[in-house]
């Protein structure tokens, strides 16, 4: 008998696509506010890599207990918890007249969205009953998802170019009250029942050991391998994840059921999401740094000359469902990766011939937002298709994790390579000592040093801090390539060769 579809399905795809875009967004719109709040609050250099990874980072660590929570609370009340979060913390950062205090803000902000996030999917896997139309709105999750992280830069850019960065912030409140009031009048409850106490070991070991772990690889990409305040953190994170994943095995009714990672597909898509998200959170980030120091660019020309990547991914994700009902799943997910190599080769290759200009950069990012289509969502659809209907809430926060932090990661890890190699390709400025310290810092400080000085000696300095960031940045894109393909390898090794979207991939 085939299950009776639920009216209201589609109008819940639409609120769930807008909780989700503005969570997305949350994870880049910073990215080309920064100049102006970094200018505006005087951050350090530690508080501005914390102002950028803070959100994505909790909400990674808060995500498995969330999932669980709404499972037994109700996943539509949590929803609707997170948006209240998300406003007033949004609130918070409006009036910031610190950095710590965007850092604090921002930290809330992640809380909300972890609570927001697994509901999503859960709540689409209930009311999308047909496997056809459930994989067409895994589709368009998956555009929303991808497409809001690089859409982020681009509203980012269009409200700080006449609002100042406290913009960036104000945009959450009036959508959030919109969605909450929409999602009380719309969206269906749903739970599932979990027998047993509420895991409050698992709670703390799953949060402490994610959070190490981010810390941890954050700290060894600015400290260097040699670091013992990485290594110790990493320390912590192997050691409370590895009790957390022993106990969950041996409990009745774990948090999380690790389990599912027994499931070749689920692993496998899991792991391409997580080595996929490294490279693009990198590659944004990286991006519009260069197009508003290298290129001399403003925060909304930064911000519309992203578009080939958002336009790229969401057309794709949206096509994705096509050829996944033509062609076996591993070779649309293998494909979509291979697509994200070349895109991110692309910049590498093209300086070999001479300087990189835009047009160079749109074609990379025109194919790196195709191949992230493509990839995330063909693994989003064989995730959810190889988790049985009861674990689907642990499945989510599974896929978000790796989602955010992953973005995470490409920022802290990938980016602290770019600036070390920024500083190995920066010549002798002949300037006092710490003044070069300053300029060595960061490529946004040689900007802040280059405007601070007279007559043709700032051009020449931001000159010369541009060329060498360009020279490490396509380094790093060619390091980044490398994820995607190896997932790629992954992909076509390890998925079942005849595995279709609509069949248990147990």
């Known amino acids: 008998m085939t299950p009776q579809r639920d009216p209201r399905r589609w109008a819940v795809l639409a609120i769930l696509s807008g909780s989700l875009l503005l969570i997305a967004m949350d994870t880049t719109i910073l990215n080309v506010a920064f100049p102006s ?7 350090s250099a530690v508080q501005q890599l914390w102002i950028i990874d803070i959100y994505a980072l909790v909400l990674s660590g808060l995500l498995v207990t969330a999932g669980a929570l709404g499972d037994r609370w109700g996943r539509k009340r949590l929803l609707l918890i997170g948006f209240g979060v998300f406003a007033f913390a949004s609130l918070l950062a409006v009036f910031a007249t610190a950095a710590w205090q965007v850092i604090a803000a921002r930290a809330l902000l992640g809380a909300g969205g972890a609570a927001i996030m697994p509901a999503t999917l859960s709540i689409l896997r209930k009311v999308f009953t047909d496997a056809r139309e459930r994989a067409l709105a895994y589709a368009v999750w998956s555009a929303v998802f991808g497409g809001g992280m690089a859409l982020g830069p681009v509203v980012g ?9 406290q913009s960036a912030f104000l945009i959450n409140i009036p959508v959030a009250l919109v969605i909450i009031a929409l999602g009380l009048w719309i969206l269906p409850e749903s739970h599932q029942p979990r027998e047993g106490r509420w895991d409050w070991w698992g709670v703390g070991q799953s949060v402490v050991g994610m959070l190490a772990l981010a810390g941890g690889i954050k700290q060894l990409g600015k400290g260097g391998p040699a670091d013992p305040a990485a290594w110790a953190l990493l320390v912590v994170a192997a050691v409370t994840l590895t009790v957390f994943v022993r106990r969950q095995l041996r409990l009745d009714h774990p948090l999380l059921q690790v389990r599912l990672f027994a499931s070749r597909p689920f692993a496998i898509a899991a792991a391409s999401i997580f080595l996929g998200m490294i490279a693009l959170g990198s590659a944004l980030f990286l991006i519009t740094q260069w197009f508003q120091y290298g290129q001399g660019y403003s925060p909304l020309e ?9 336009l790229g991914l969401v057309l794709t994700s949206l096509l994705t ?8 799943i591993r070779h649309v997910m293998g494909g979509g990766l291979l697509v994200m190599t070349a895109g991110l080769a692309l910049p590498w290759l093209l300086q070999l011939s001479g300087p990189l200009g835009y047009g160079a950069v749109a074609v990379s990012l025109a194919v790196l937002g195709c ?15 190889a988790t049985p209907a009861e674990d689907v809430s642990g499945a989510a926060a599974v896929e978000e994790t790796c989602y955010e932090l992953g973005a995470a990661m490409g920022v802290a890890v990938l980016g602290s390579i770019a600036t070390a190699l920024y500083r190995v390709n920066l010549p002798d400025l002949g300037l006092a000592a710490d003044t070069t310290a300053s300029v060595s ?10 405007s601070e000085l007279t007559g043709p000696a700032g051009a020449q300095l931001l000159t010369r801090a541009a060329d060498a960031f360009t020279s490490g940045m396509t380094p790093t894109f060619l390091m980044a390539a490398a994820l995607p393909l190896a997932a790629a390898a992954l992909t076509w090794a390890k998925i079942p060769k005849g595995l279709r979207p609509t069949e248990d991939a147990h």
């Open 441 to 450: 810092d960061s490529i946004g400080e040689a900007a802040r040093v280059a």
């Open 157 to 165: 850019g269009l409200l700080v170019e006449h609002n100042g960065w």
């Open 302 to 310: 930064a911000g519309i000359r992203l578009l080939p990547a958002p």
């Open 371 to 385: 191949g992230v289509g493509i990839a995330t969502t063909a693994a989003s659809v064989t995730l959810m298709a």
């Open 321 to 328: 469902p096509a050829l996944m009902h033509r062609l076996p």
């Open 37 to 43: 709040l970094v200018s505006d609050l005087r951050p």
